[in-house]
């Protein structure tokens, strides 16, 4: 009965349904996590297309990441059917690419430009400043630069800027035109400059994108909310969603404040919130509650746990452990008791379906952390025990050791050869041999774990695209390492806080749950209140995560940049750690008692 009266929107709460149905114009969801953003904005989708006419390829919907875009083009697929396939679904760097694709052109670029990965833009700047190091300071620089504020083209950046980067910044642009190359934050930087500049091109892709969604809002940056501004001036149909309290990138250049502005932006926009989690037993929901509301900035935050099935009440546990060592083995034992004790014995049993039967497997498991060096314990734990594991950063897939030589015998490979119909996964695979056949034996000997780590990593996102190699070079252009991750992999996740936006596991680790570490800052260095906020809201968003089972722990004692001091715990969980929602437990030995000489001399 509730399909025949609702259609496409049967899948959804009473809420959603109000969200996914607001016929015209802006529209502005607010809505903590697990609260169905991502599925509600899918199915308002999915309405407009099957029951209110909207032509699917007047559809644009905007994702956070790559990963994020596959996994709405396939829940559009099944949602809709045949016509998904006109509906863009896309990042902001991705929509730029296509727009610089089809108008290279206006911009003054050959037809074939390509896109400069990490290492290539870091030799242009080394080239342009002579300095390998200057190179290595200047590119995450002049790319915040860039990405936070106003001049979008090599002219309009001169002279305004004061400072190294932009001093660089008009002769590195030069230096990449000549060899017919963009950046990654040309992707954004050029279109918004096109559409900026060009009113005929404005009103064309106006046209064309008449309906927008845009997931993740809180995340936007200055130019992405550019180029927002241009495709969707006034009372356009655009759907922002989002929850300030999960915004966590400001150190890329986003900015929360063109969440909060969307209504001075759009005065016609009505705000509907969402206020019931799905995701998460009670006293996740509630824990996560505590520890973002002294920083919270949605005033009237409403979140409700809708779960009551046998694994909604689990409490969220703190575990103290002497040092890193001890706390892999706390992760790695508390695995081993989830899995039902006897993985650590049977590991060819094969992986356990978390949701049919309830048990688990490794695949249902995430280990989050603040810092990369931190997944260095839990790994080595991990692969003592013979815990399958893949560990995934937001860092872009090109930085990653031996994936760009891979991309360029891949693109060099497809245009010598013609297209054969071998599935990617084998090219890939060729190509990482192509390239480690021209090395010399001690060049091989140097890169070859690395290149076989690349191979490891590529390999979910080449089966993804089968034969379409071009496709597949895009993604792992644009595309974070995150994006790798492969959802059916009987493997545990490994994680940085960062790259686990969006995403949900039945059972979640975070760790290194300290002062410092939780927030991070320098020992010693204060942070800012916005900096102090953020990593608050970065507690808040890997808590969230968890469905069943979540655990924060700390250890006593840590080794950091080789030295080991004693760690306090993190701030943000002083008011969990005496509630009815959090159980503690201990492996640490007591810290020895200072004797009152001993506070004397402190
Ligand atoms: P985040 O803020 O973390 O991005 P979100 O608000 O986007 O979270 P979703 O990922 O869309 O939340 O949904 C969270 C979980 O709740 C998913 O497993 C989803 O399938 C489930 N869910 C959402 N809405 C409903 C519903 N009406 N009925 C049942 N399950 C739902
Ligand atoms: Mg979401």
Redesign the pocket.
């Given at each position: 009965a509730d399909t025949a009266d609702h259609g496409i929107l049967a899948?959804?709460?009473s809420e959603?349904r109000a969200a996914a149905s607001v016929p015209e114009g802006p529209l502005l969801i607010v809505?903590?996590?697990?609260?169905?953003?991502?599925?509600?904005v899918t199915h308002r989708i999915a309405h407009l297309v099957l029951e209110r006419e909207v032509p699917a390829r007047e559809c644009l919907a905007i994702t956070f990441t790559r990963r994020a875009a596959q996994e709405m083009t396939e829940r559009l697929d099944t949602l809709v059917g045949a016509p998904a396939r006109d509906i863009t679904v896309a990042t902001f760097h991705s929509l730029g690419l296509s727009v610089l694709r089809e108008k290279p052109e206006l911009l003054e670029l050959p037809a074939d430009f390509g896109v400069a990965d990490a290492a290539e833009q870091h030799r242009v700047l080394a080239e342009v400043t002579g300095d390998e190091r200057a190179a290595r300071r200047l590119r995450p620089a002049i790319s915040r630069d860039r990405r936070a504020s106003a001049p979008a083209t090599p002219d309009s950046a001169e002279g305004d800027r004061d400072g190294e980067a932009g001093d660089v910044l008009p002769r590195y642009l030069a230096a990449l035109r000549e060899r017919g190359l963009v950046d990654y934050d040309d992707l954004l930087a050029l279109p918004v400059h096109l559409l900026e500049s060009d009113a005929r091109v404005r009103e064309e892709y106006r046209q064309r994108f008449r309906w927008i969604t845009v997931?993740?809002y809180q995340d936007v940056d200055d130019l992405q909310y550019r180029m927002l501004r241009l495709l969707a001036p006034g009372e356009a149909n655009l759907t922002a969603i989002g929850?300030p309290d999960?915004a966590i990138y400001a150190f890329r250049g986003a900015d929360v404040r063109f969440f909060l502005r969307f209504t001075q932006d759009y005065p016609r926009a009505p705000v509907v919130s969402?206020t019931?989690?799905?995701?998460s037993g009670t006293h996740i929901v509630a824990g996560a509650l505590r520890a973002i509301r002294p920083g919270t900035l949605v005033a009237d935050r409403d979140l409700r746990a809708?779960r009551d099935d046998a694994n909604a009440t689990q409490r969220i546990q703190l575990h103290r452990a002497a040092d890193e060592r001890a706390e892999a083995a706390y992760v790695a034992r508390t695995i081993d008791q989830l899995l039902g004790g006897t993985s650590l014995h049977s590991l060819d049993s094969g992986r356990v379906e978390g949701d049919g039967d309830g048990r688990l497997g490794f695949g249902d498991i995430a280990v989050l952390y603040r810092t990369d060096a931190q997944s260095r314990a839990v790994l080595d734990e991990l692969a003592r025990c013979g815990f399958p594991a893949q560990k995934r950063s937001h860092d872009p897939l090109t930085a990653r050791g031996g994936v760009e030589h891979i991309l360029r015998e891949l693109t060099r490979a497809s245009t010598t050869v013609p297209s054969d119909g071998v599935a990617v996964v084998e090219r890939v695979r060729g190509a990482a041999e192509a390239f480690l056949a021209t090395l010399s034996e001690s060049d091989r000997a140097e890169h070859a774990a690395a290149v076989h780590g690349a191979v490891e990593l590529l390999t979910p996102l080449a089966e993804r695209y089968g034969t379409d190699v071009a496709g597949f070079c895009h993604e792992v252009l644009l595309g974070a390492e995150v994006d790798a991750v492969d959802p059916r992999a009987d493997a545990v996740s490994l994680l940085t806080l960062h790259a686990a936006?969006?995403?949900?596991f039945p059972v979640v680790f975070v760790v290194g749950c300290e002062d410092s570490l939780l927030p991070l800052r320098w020992p010693g260095t204060e942070l800012s209140d916005d900096a102090l906020a953020e990593e608050r809201r970065l507690c808040f968003?890997g808590m969230?995560?968890a469905?069943d089972h979540l655990y924060l722990t700390r250890a006593v004692r840590r080794t950091r940049h080789g030295e080991a001091r004693d760690t306090r715990p993190s701030p943000f969980l002083n008011e969990l750690r005496d509630s009815s929602e959090a159980i503690t437990s201990d492996t640490a030995p007591a810290r020895p008692r200072r004797s009152a000489h001993q506070l004397s001399l402190l």
């Open positions: 899948g959804l709460d959603q809505a903590g996590p697990g609260t169905g953003k991502t599925r509600t997931d993740e929850d999960q969402l019931r989690n799905y995701r809708m936006k969006g995403l949900e968003v969230t995560r469905r």
